[in-house]
């Protein structure tokens, strides 16, 4: 279980988050949504240690009860672009992550090497990034992730880029990999449909100062989920989202 | 033939300008002691080819040495200021300044103080070629995305291991650019090096052609500087190629 306690963001003219606080389960998939500016992409960062220079924070982060500092090797990262390294090779930025963590070249591309078929990759390790359609350069960026071996995985928007037909794809590959994994993620995104999908649970934010609104817990398995009962939760989702919190 | 195709335009215009000097050498009856025409040059170069490209080597092994001693310092240089920013601040101006030490001023001092060999000539190239080469180097670290910091950062890398692994790869088109730009300026730095004193070079090669009111000589000397410079471009691009790791994959920019 990953907790933040009272978490506040602030730059110097006003605080982007307030007094935030909010658990992970491991193995669940947390959809985090809000309006633009509403201080997701603030917390997601803080969590991985990498607040802009400017921005000052205070607030708790404890896993399983220890406390951590951030950048902590149980939560890795990926950004909103895929932030692959143009100059290495699909197998070389997908061990980015474990040789930057001191693991020896070749221990990581023996890591790497079982589950490049699982990520549509075989046979492309030695490819450029730009020589990839975006959902496999996104499933590149998924396969550095996933294979740091974190108990957390923070997603900024990992679909942003994609065309809507891929989107979809990746979507529900995404949910099979992470299902796969175990690990607990918080995602942010924009897409309520996305959310409503493939969320274990949705928290909602409002914005200045960014808090959490609401906590909703999706029980139905996702394969249950009927498209009915999913546009309900989409409207109520919609609604907070058009409220006016402040 | 893509390459060909690309450079054509420019041989064309360059051929078109040496007809029209050509013809109006001939028709106008200008003294060759004042505007030698395009065939008189040929020819001197042609009988002076021993003496001229003695000379060339010459001053091609001085720029050649003076730049790659230039690109490793300002490489060292660089990587200094990045680490140790109080050292960015204090140095940069002296560096700005040093660029606007007028060569004519200072050439002959650096033979008064340093004489007629190598170093006074190596110390003029550096001061011109390292200046770009280090502004390059800076901003190409600089230029390194911040997704890419951000994402290593997350990953618990240092300074160190950013800079290796994202700013100096991300450095590489600017490097390569610095490089372009300050090779060009190594030979003229050189020539000009020689002009002040020399015992071998394109430089003394000018000077002496000039004191003889041999006009077509000196033109001949500036196409030798020219034809070196491009060699020494041509040397840097295929450094650039040769060390694309990327090179036989087909890249999209």
């Known amino acids: 279980m990953l907790r933040i306690e009272a978490l506040t963001v602030a730059s110097r003219e006003r605080a982007l988050v307030e007094h935030l606080s909010l658990d992970l389960a491991a193995g669940q998939i947390t959809c985090l949504i809000g309006p633009s500016g509403c201080g997701k992409t603030s917390v997601i960062k803080w969590l991985a240690g990498i607040l802009p220079a400017g921005l000052t924070a205070t607030g708790r982060l404890t896993i399983d009860g220890g406390e951590r500092t951030r950048p902590d090797p149980a939560i890795s990262y990926q950004p909103q672009s895929d932030a692959l390294f143009p100059w290495l090779t699909v197998a070389e930025n997908a061990a980015l992550g474990l040789e930057v963590a001191g693991v020896p070249h070749a221990t990581a591309k023996a890591r790497i090497a079982p589950l490049l078929s699982a990520f549509g990759l075989a046979g492309n390790e030695r490819l450029f990034p730009d020589q990839l359609s975006g959902g496999m350069r996104q499933r590149v960026a998924f396969l550095r992730t996933i294979v740091q071996e974190s108990s957390f995985i923070l997603l900024d928007e990992p679909f942003s880029a994609l065309d809507a037909v891929t989107r979809m794809r990746m979507q529900a590959w995404l949910v099979a990999r992470l299902q796969e994994v175990r690990r607990g993620v918080l995602m942010v995104t924009h897409d309520l449909r996305e959310a409503t999908e493939i969320a274990d649970r949705v928290l909602v934010m409002a914005a200045s100062p960014g808090r959490i609104v609401a906590d909703i817990k999706i029980d139905t398995p996702r394969e249950a989920r009927g498209e009915a009962a999913l546009a309900d939760l989409r409207e109520t989702l919609k609604s907070m989202l058009l409220e006016d919190f402040s | ?253």
């Open chain 2, 1 to 253: 033939m893509q390459p060909l195709r690309r450079i054509l335009p420019a041989i064309l215009i360059a051929l078109a300008i040496l007809a029209v000097w050509e013809l109006y050498c001939a028709w106008a009856d200008v003294s060759p002691l004042i505007l030698p025409a395009p065939s008189d040059v040929a020819r001197a170069l042609g009988t002076e080819r021993a003496v001229i490209s003695e000379h060339a080597a010459s001053t091609l092994s001085v720029a050649a040495l003076g730049f790659s001693t230039s690109v490793a310092f300002a490489f060292l240089i660089s990587v200094a200021l990045h680490f140790l920013p109080p050292l960015e601040r204090g140095l940069m101006p002296l560096f700005v300044v040093s660029q606007t030490v007028p060569l004519i001023a200072l050439a002959p001092l650096m033979i008064l103080w340093f004489g007629f060999g190598l170093l006074p000539k190596m110390l003029l190239v550096i001061l011109v070629t390292f200046f770009p080469m280090l502004v390059s180097l800076l901003s190409g670290y600089a230029r390194a995305s911040r997704d890419h910091l951000d994402l290593l950062a997350s990953m618990g890398a240092g300074k160190a291991t950013l800079f290796r692994r994202v700013r100096l790869p991300s450095a590489r088109a600017a490097f390569f650019a610095g490089l372009r730009i300050s090779a060009t300026y190594a030979i003229v730095a050189t020539i000009f090096a020689e002009y002040a004193g020399a015992r071998r070079g394109i430089g003394i090669f000018i000077l002496s052609a000039k004191n003889n009111f041999r006009a077509d000589l000196v033109l001949a000397a500036v196409v030798v500087s020219a034809t070196l410079t491009l060699l020494l471009l041509g040397a840097v691009r295929l450094v650039e190629r040769f060390s694309d790791r990327r090179r036989g994959h087909h890249a999209a920019h």
